[in-house]
């Protein structure tokens, strides 16, 4: 990682100073060429996109900030994710005052917040690095650098992991912001500004990547914990094609379905056996996660990611030990929307509601006060045998991205919403595998008539709360709405 720092440094001058002044000669003498002859460099390089996803900067958990416009805490790429899809909607709140953040849950934001900016900035950076890892590992750069045989083979698979995180982060794009400006590797540096690009035309240079990388990443299983793979690509062509009538006006059901069959019958995941356990320090031993983001608390440090979400959901009478922390930060709670979906008529508990009420009201009357709203200690630095992280600051619990429990819930939504290739039957199997664990037996489980749109909305929350899906959910549903106009266009960059 060291390495890298010192590449991007320099290619970033380099970059910098060919843009502003085309007769100015770079003042450092060492190339992308000289950087590259260990051969080492690619595999830092893709290492520097995938931690874009985590980590803010430089050094953790803060310093040399790869973004100077905020906090760099509050500028993490998770952790501004995570609070637009969340903390705009039913499933949370959070009490701190900072200048914008009140907005997301009261739906005043505008393009000027800064934490939609965040999040704008986050996107593009992520979209830069993987368009500069393309530009300098080509066929051509690699021969011209003699680049032996064996390198350029990790490189082709490093190749196909840059565009699938390129396509992550369109992804986020369109489905946050909206028309976005839209470049690639093929694009030239110049005094002009990338056009703006409709979602619609980024939808599908979002579905064709995916596609024509799908058999160059590695089998599904198979790649290194923390890298994507071909079920990766999988999951994210379902949640793009899920959303297809959002962002283009045509439903796309069946590819939906298509691509959850692939990851469902690929026989490399199984539903964990405790739902608790896919939140704790040892989640990365989950044969349900496909993939997630990575983090340590030595080695991967950050105030944000996993940071943020384990301790900030913790205060009033918590003990800060019990999640594995030095303290909490008395900031997230939920809404009693999310708490009523888990009640249920056989008396029995659904495991997946993890509240802490004690000392907190249901009822939230002042979003300031932290004892108003039960709070979620969904995530913990605490393994399930109970042993607490390595560092009681920043845990070494990992961010499930995608996990097959979601491949459940959208298979059987598209195929509700008519898509062919599925069956009924079918997708109240697979959710009832979900309420099996939910329940610990059989008495939670729908027949088919219960199967309907509004249930697996429902059905969703109480799955995924807390993991970055809901305001996407809200607004594939048309009921993330205010006055009737669809709120995800307030954060539009224009």
Known sequence: MKN????????????????????????????????FQDESSYRSFIAKVYAGLAVTGQQGPAGQ???????????????????????TTDEAVIGWGDEGLPDLHAHTWTSANQFVRAMYYRIFFQVSLANEFLRESTDDKLDA????????????????EARFLRALSYWHAIDM?????????????????????????????IAKELSEIENEMLPPGTNEYGRADRAAVWMLQAKLYLN????????EYTSCIDACKKVINSGAYSLQDTYRMLFMTDNNTSNELIW??????????????????????????????????????????????????????????????????????????????????????KYTNVSSEGVPGADLDHPDTDFPIFRLADAFL??????????????????????????ERAYNNTTGNITDAQLTLDFILNERARELYWEGHRRTDLVRFNQFTVNGISLERRCERR
């Open 410 to 435: 959208m298979y059987a939504e598209a195929v509700l919403r008519g898509g062919t290739g599925g069956d009924r039957a079918t997708a109240v199997s697979l959710i009832n595998q979900l309420r």
């Open 65 to 87: 900030a790869d973004i100077s416009s905020l906090d760099e805490g509050f500028s993490n790429y998770l952790r501004q994710y995570w609070q637009l899809q969340e903390l």
């Open 292 to 377: 997630a983001i990575p983090f340590d608390g030595k080695s991967t440090q950050t105030w944000g990611g996993m940071t943020y979400l384990v301790h900030a959901p913790v205060g009033g009478s918590m003990v800060g030990s019990d999640y594995g922390i030095n303290g909490g930060w008395n900031g997230l709670r939920t809404t009693k929307v999310l708490v009523d979906l888990f009640p249920d008529a056989t008396g029995q508990v659904d495991e997946r509601a993890i509240f802490y009420t004690n000392g907190q009201s249901k009822e939230i009357d002042a979003i300031s006060n932290f004892n108003d709203g039960y709070a979620v200690p």
């Open 244 to 251: 297809a009538e959002v962002y283009t006006g045509k439903a």
């Open 145 to 160: 650098r003699k680049v032996s045989a064996a390198t350029q083979e990790k490189v082709k698979a490093y190749r196909a």
């Open 4 to 35: 890298i720092i010192n590449i991007l440094f320099i290619l970033i001058l380099v970059l910098v100073s060919s843009c502003t002044d085309l007769d100015l000669q770079p003042q450092s003498s060492t190339t992308p060429d000289v950087l």
């Open 177 to 205: 912001l909206g028309d976005v400006p839209f470049y690639t590797e093929e694009s030239s540096f110049g005094s002009e500004p990338p056009a703006q690009a409709s979602r619609a035309t980024i939808f599908e240079f």
